[in-house]
């Protein structure tokens, strides 16, 4: 009764809502709900409205979001009960979808219904609900209920809104709609779902396709990931458009590896053509999981086809498009630029997320660019990696700083590649500052001078491209380098702010005091830093507004303070600086500096403030000779350096006073008689111009030298109280230098005004010392001396002063002056060598205070130690003779020059019975020569007229650049590219590793280390040369190439017809020794001024890139004149290869041949061509089967010369297409035939081989063996049967030479050998035990007779190696004993090594063990053993000796002998 009457309630209930529904429906359709306001709640009847008004959420029309006022799970649950409860569920629910249908008719609805709900808050429902709230779609979408039905209805939704445009500030419905099903706690048909999407994919646009697949992962479940995966990845190839979501997809799936591979290798084929904006999610995948194992590769692809290039293109474009609009496009444009500037930094930011989060990524990265070898694979996107992984990845620092210091100095990472990344990526390497910083610091530590120029220019570019901050620290780095006193740095860091401070001038004012603070550490500077620092604070204190600044004040507090002090040091820093400062005041400033009135005022400030400084420094230095030559000199290098920018007033005041200073001075008329008291009677010298009437000047020398030499104690001090100048031999020079270049600025280049100082006389003495020295006294000789140090020095600067004019009549007078200048350095050789202990007179003054110079006893104790066929130059050439003993310059490159000038040097003494002296370690007390005197090698013939009284032409007399004066040229020319091109580093260190030439130079290299107190060392005697730089200096050579061919071309022309003349016979009866001598001296000096060019590090770089084409084309014109023009860079090395290579047949010695090969593999490997490799080997070879003899008949030889063999010798073993071969073929041919000559004699097939020079080919061929070894690869058991073949032939071969060089020890058995057999020994058999016995373990079985035949092989050379042990502790040698533990040591390995490589084959009963007996070196037993058989390393106990008659086993280690019996191997088989 109670259900029935309850089932009559339902009934009416639901007939009278049935009877609702057709006008609930009609109201629905026929209109829109009704609203209490346009914006407020949604009024109606319907069932969707009520229920879910009653579970909690109000329904909102307009712009106003939906209103919830209770938690959201609340809102589910009471919602699902109401449905679940009501009388006509499930019905209800097909209502309520209805209804939700008829709500979301309307626009603004539907977008409230997608959107989150907005919480009320009440103060009931405060604390109930959550502060966001999920939208009413996807709160419905969590019943399970109402699931299915609203799904359907979002889907068949989707496409009313596929060509909706969607407005900056609209509502994108579709993307809206999708986002419904990301995160639902459950789907009740996943499967379905994911179906219908897919579809929806297939025929929607592009744009939602993007959302669709976008939102996919946060849809799929765990278990559909694969099988969505393959489907999108087959979309992928079929639609490109969509690479970008579908990879942004699978990069949130875990993917299967080969499913993952296949993905990532179609992606990494659109990186190249992707959009920038979307390079970052194709990236992100690429990078997403990848295995150490693939790691390498997949970034090696990836580094192939991303391009940072493709990226600044539109950067370009863009802004060279805002150029031509209108100022709004402009800002559009910049807006945009931006914009791609910003992707750029994204797609760091997901390789930086990589290299941080997944292991191995750093590594790899790393280790790709490190496989990279081309120079043009390089890119700016490897350097910013490489400080990325710098930045984020602590461990991998030490790494990339070895990468970079292996990179830059082969030019893999030029400047360029920095500048261009900071120029175009400035925003993404900012983030990398400190790893900036820190490397740069690090690279200035560096030996390296290409690292050291890298470290700088990161300096520079980031002071450029960073904000004030990092500028600041950059300017704090430097001065930290600066005042660290590593001279290397600071003189780097002083270039870097030179540069700064020239193109930043405004930014770097900003930290002056910092650069300022430099002046507290300027003890540890040396003048020519001194002088750059000057220069820097200098600009910074007289730049634009910047003047009456404290830097001016500080500057001149320290100026003042140095000149006023008595220590030389201090007056000479102050000279430097205060002139160095006045170049800054006295320069001309810009008319845009200022209006015109304040800028006569402050130049007139600026002239009466310079001459305060320049009357002060004056004044200062009038009592200090060496300080006014230092002013003098200062002055000139300004005027010089300041060429045509020096203020018109500054330049007059300068002039005024030094023509008047030098004429007064130095100058005097002609006379018959001196008067005054001279220590030698004074004769006019070295006239040339030939009229000795009454208005010849002479430069008054003698006299004036004389003076001061009498009157140094008493006249000086008198004249110093008195406040007078003194008036000293040293300021002749500098005064004169100080003079033409003022004449030069005044005039325009005409020296027409002093014209008379060229060929005007020198008041000297009769120079005929034949024989005289001996009865002079000490004073006499040293004052001697001193004036021929004065005469060459004077002859020096006027050859720097006139040799560029062009009178034939002046040129001819110059190159006079340089054959007056051999034959004073001829004379004054001599006289060294008759002085002893004699303190030479500086001439170059702005080095530190020089302690002690070389003295005769040193270079009497090299003579002593240089025995042997010796030889000398024609008497004219002294200066190449002396110019040549420097050995700590470039020991390897000009080891045959010292040798050869001293073998001239000491034919000459035995012909004149004077000793000489060589003149190259006095560089320090010669002036210096200019670049411009390089231009004298243009000359050739030259016709000087002699005029008689009545100045008409009575006679030609015809003078050309003679072979003495050439080699003075060359020499010269030779330390300056030397100096300037060549690394300080490169050129020590051989010095070190030559033994024979340390130990033979040691007494003069140890007083040269004595020459000053300072650092600057190495600077001394190139003072000008280092205000230019590497680049001006590279210019200058490439422009004396012609000149420098035709000087080579005269060689080899003189040489050649020399070797036919004589019938092939170096020492035939025509030969002039001494002109042979000569000759060979230039020759050599002209290949080593071909090599230091072309040597030259900074030919790589790519804005030197047209020099070295232009130098090449000299080379190439040589062969093909006028067919060079529009050859390639390859085919011009090709070219001027060949050209080089024709001078084979005419050098004349040994180290010329040497000279020529370093030459042209320095050609060649720009770049290195296989016919190039082998023209090499073939020109090494053909000079190694040479026999070279000296002019006198005698066969070279020498430390130096074995020197030169080694190197030689190491050319042709590393450009030799077969090492092995190559070992074979002297060891087998060259050494029998040495064995079988005389005592002196020698190989008939390879000359240079003989008793004495064994030990290097020995030496050579031991090396080259064993790291020739070390290149086959090591056998692996998937080899082929031809591999392993092919290995073992290599095998066999090396150990049979090695089994030939081993047993050489047993006829040449010197200390040397023994000690290089027991060396490489042990290194030979350890590469065997690492690369041969895993390729005997594995091919035993195929090959038996061949691993047989090679252990028996090797079997005898360890017998050898160890009767050398029993040798070297019989003879109780230190030095030989050494290498024994570790070698008997690789012996014993050995022995073991075999047996297990017996066992791994099952043939271990073919090894047995014996005591193998003590021999000597012939073989011979050793009977006194006892020591030897209680010695642990002599005997195996533990092994047990199967045949005691054998105890000498045939495979003999140390310890124990042991042996693997071939017949027992073959019958275990």
Known sequence: MVSK?????????????????????????????????????????????????????????????????????????????????????????????????????????????????????????????????????????????????????????????????????????????????????????????????????????????????????EILEDSQQSEFAREVSQLLKRDTRLTVPILDALSNLDLDAGLLAEVRQSAMIIVPAVKLEDLPVVIKFILHNIKAVDAVEVISALRKNLDLSSCILPLQILSSQSKLKSQPQTSSSTSQVSSSQNCVKLLFDVIKLAVRFQKGISEAWIKAIENTVSVSDHKVLDLIVLLLIHTTNTKSRKQIERVLRNKIPLGCVPEQLLQSAFRNHSLVIKDFFPSILSLAQTFLHSADPCVVSFGSCMYKQAFSAFDSYCQQEVVSALVTHICGGNDVEVDISLDVLTDLVTLHTSSLIRYATFVKNILDYTEKLNPQQIRKLFYILGKLAFSQRQEDSYIQDDMHMVIRKWLSSTVPKYKQMGIIGAITVAGSMAAKRSKEDRCSLERTQQSEEHCRQLSILLDLVSYCCEQSPEALALYYDELANLIEKQKGNLDSQILERIGKSVVEDFSNDFVVDLTPVVDGVQLFPVKSLYNLDEDESQGTIVINLLPLLSQNWLGKSVDEMATRNQGKKIVSPECLCPSFRLLRLYTTEQHNGSMEEIDALLGCPLYLTDLEIEGKLGSLAKQEREFLCSLLFHALNWFREVVNAFCQQQDLEMKGKVLTRLQNITELQNMLGKCLAASPGYVLPPAIFDCEALEAAPTVNAVGLVKKKKTGGKKQKSEGSKDSSADHSQMEENPEGNQSEAETTQLEKDTTEKKSGIPLVQLRSYRAFFRELDLEVFTILHCGLLTKSILDSEMHTEAREIVQLGPAELVFLLDDLCQKLEHILMPPAAKRAPFLKEKAVLKMMKGLFLNMQNLQQGKDCRNIGFSHLCQRSSQEVAQCAVELLKPLCNHMENMHNYFQALITENEEVVDGPRVNIQEHQLLSSCYQQLLQVFRLLFAWSGFSQRENSDLLRSALKVLADRLKPGETEFLLLEDLISESFHYLLNFQHSVPNFQCALTLTQLLIVIAEKPVASWKKDKIASLAKQFLCQSWMQPSGMREKGSQFSDALHTLLCVYMEHTDNILKAVEDISSVGVPELINSANDGYSSTYPTLTRQTFPVFFQVMMAQLENSVRSIPAGKPSDSSEVQLEKLLHWNMAVRDFHILVNLVKVFDSRPVLSICLKYGRLFVEAFLKLAMPLLDYSFKKHREDVQSLLKTLQLSTRQLHHMCGHSKIHQDLGLTNHVPLLKKSLEQFVYRVKAMLAFNHCQEAFWVGILKNRDLQGEEILSQDSEENDPGEGVSQLPREDPAEEEGDISGSEGGSEHNDDDEESSE
């Open 5 to 217: 009457r309850k089932l009559s309630k339902s009934d009416a209930h639901g007939d009278s809502l049935i009877a609702e529904l057709p006008q609930t429906k009609k109201s629905r359709i026929s209109c829109k709900e009704k609203t209490s306001a346009e914006d407020g709640a949604v009024e109606n009847d319907s069932i969707f409205v009520q229920l879910i008004k009653t579970a909690g959420i109000t329904l909102n029309a307009g712009e106003r979001q939906n209103d919830i006022a209770v938690d959201q799970a609340t809102f589910q649950k009471k919602l699902c009960q109401i449905l679940r409860k009501h009388p006509f569920y499930p019905h209800v629910v097909q209502e309520f979808v209805s209804g939700l249908e008829t709500h979301i008719k309307d626009r603004d609805q539907f977008r409230n219904c997608l959107l989150p709900c907005a919480p009320v808050r009440g103060e009931v429902t405060r604390n109930l609900v959550h502060s966001y709230c999920e939208s009413l779609i996807k709160l419905l979408l969590g019943i399970e209920t109402l699931q299915p039905a609203v799904i359907t209805l979002l889907l068949e939704k989707l496409p009313e809104f596929f060509f909706d445009t969607v407005g900056t500030f609209g509502t994108n419905f579709p993307r809206l709609i999708v986002n419904q099903f990301k995160w639902l706690d459950k789907i009740l048909d996943s499967k379905d779902l994911i179906m219908k999407l897919m579809q929806m994919v297939s025929v929607s646009p592009v744009p939602i396709q993007h959302d669709i697949i976008t939102s996919l992962p």
